[in-house]
């Protein structure tokens, strides 16, 4: 079990070199997935992979946003981590529901499967890959609010070589986009119920301080700037 630290207890200089220690390492481990990704399937394939994922990971962008006010508040001498979480697991969900809800509209469905890279088949594995990525997300600020901020980007690079050994290991399983999403989807929840397990943090109903405090944080310039790089994403995808 991790146990939680305040602000007091960081050591700033050793947490900025843990922190760039992991940033790159999982900048490393990230351009040599474009490499082993290609390898092990083909260069279309690859291609078509980091473009779904890069275009959801900019759609949940809302989702980062507020997952960074728990890891921001959260660990802040006196607030409740547990509450924060909690609060962010709300809007994610009601995100997620909003966002998901899409493929559920018949019109809207066959418009993404017509004019993008989504053929039918993806609808379910990029479903699951919207999910974990948001899962992720939030493990990864949950860690930085109970008094570990560095351990974000060793989390990113774990996940990301857990991946690459799967690929390496199994070449010639895995051999479309689909394939690709759920190796990345199966990694991502892995290490995220490692994380959440380490940290044994449940969520909390937050208080209406608590509600105040957030949404005074995550004001509306904010939000509706991550609202309309979402929705220029989907345009985008949409025209390529």
């Known amino acids: 079990m991790v146990s939680h630290r305040d602000g007091s207890e960081i050591n700033l200089l050793d947490s900025s070199i843990r922190t760039t220690g992991g940033a ?17 399937t083909t260069p279309s394939v690859a291609g078509t992979y980091f473009f779904i994922a ?4 900019l759609i949940l962008r809302p989702i980062k946003g507020v997952s960074q006010t728990l890891q921001k508040i959260g660990s802040e001498q006196g607030e409740s981590v547990s509450a924060y ?9 009601g995100y997620l529901g909003i966002t998901l809800g899409g493929f559920i509209i018949a019109p809207l469905r066959r418009l993404l499967i017509e004019s993008t890279v989504f053929a039918p088949s993806l609808v379910t594995p990029v479903t699951l890959l919207a999910i974990s990525t948001t899962s992720l997300m939030i493990a990864q600020s949950l860690v ?6 560095s351990a974000g980007t060793w989390i990113t690079a774990t996940k990301g070589t857990l991946q690459l050994v799967i690929l390496l290991v199994f070449d010639g399983v895995f051999t479309t986009p689909a394939d690709l999403i759920i190796v990345v989807v199966g990694t991502r929840l892995f290490v995220t119920g490692i994380v959440i397990m380490a940290v044994r943090t449940a969520p909390a109903v ?9 949404g005074s944080l995550q004001n509306g310039v904010f939000l509706i700037r991550c609202l309309t790089d979402s929705v220029i994403i989907c345009l985008f995808m949409c025209l390529v």
Do not use: M, N
């Open 144 to 149: 930085a609010a109970i008094g570990y901020p």
């Open 24 to 40: 790159l390492f999982s900048t490393t481990v990230y351009a040599l997935s474009g490499i082993v990704y290609a390898a092990v």
């Open 54 to 57: 890069i275009g959801v990971a």
């Open 206 to 214: 937050p208080t209406r301080r608590e509600w105040l405090v957030h």
């Open 85 to 93: 979480f909690g609060l962010t697991i709300i809007f994610a969900l």
